[in-house]
């Protein structure tokens, strides 16, 4: 099973990331976990300007650390000063954190490059799982989550991560799905979900561990049907991989795909509606 043993909790004073944390610190599975929070104050022209972000910056994190009210040894405050994005990064190294959890406007394509979207930078350039939630998105008590599943090592890992919280929550239920394109199953006959070749070892494992599940093999846009089975089964997360697709020589540069909001991940983290757990190792 999946180990959670250090958190980053990216949070700047607004949004839903705090509620996202309290929600998750009532699964076992993260409840042994060390949070570090982290609260980032930008550079400013002026000394006096520094001066007054800087007792702003510590009033919004003492007011975070009070409202998580979280174990004082297995919890860290941190105040940093710096460009947020750069930052967050280099506290997510430096740590070697299992998780980073994010607050997002869910900007969509330019919109969060000419925006300066943080959430967006980070997941450009980290190679871990990060969870991002949308500032207009209900955070509810972690009960259904949707994972999309195909052939890739991302995909069997965030599995691996829905049974590891899943496992100790009662009444817990697990959706799998494989979205396949009209044009590869246009000539074939419609198969029942249990007997799809990519969900069949995800159904065994989840009946091993006693968690209940349903099958859902849809056709389509794999985005767009995701969300819409997201949208139709009230989920409270979505879990999916993100696999890295840059040569080693540039993981420190952008995906310009990714960043332009032409990939899949990218498409889930602007549409969906409930937080999305993007899964890279």
Known sequence: MVSMEKILLAD???GQSEAMLKVLMDIPLFQRSHVTVLHVVPPQVTAEAMTNKWEEGGKTLARAMQALQLDPNRSTAMLKEGEPKDVVCQVAQDIDTNLIIMGSRGL?????ILKNSVSQYVFQLVDRP??????DVYVKKIRKILVTLDSSEQSQQSLQLAFSMLKDIKGGQLFLVHVTSDLKTSN???RPAESDPVLIPAIQEAQKLGIKYQCVTPSGKPGQRIR???DDADVDL????SPERRPSVAKGLPDLDRLLGGS??????IEAPCPVLLVRF
């Open 12 to 14: 700047s004073g607004t």
């Open 238 to 241: 979505l879990i999916m991989g």
């Open 264 to 269: 899949l991940s990218d498409y889930i983290r």
């Open 108 to 112: 969509k394509r330019l919109q969060a």
């Open 228 to 230: 819409q089975l997201a």
């Open 130 to 135: 990060m969870l991002l939630v949308k500032d």
């Open 188 to 190: 074939l006959p419609k």
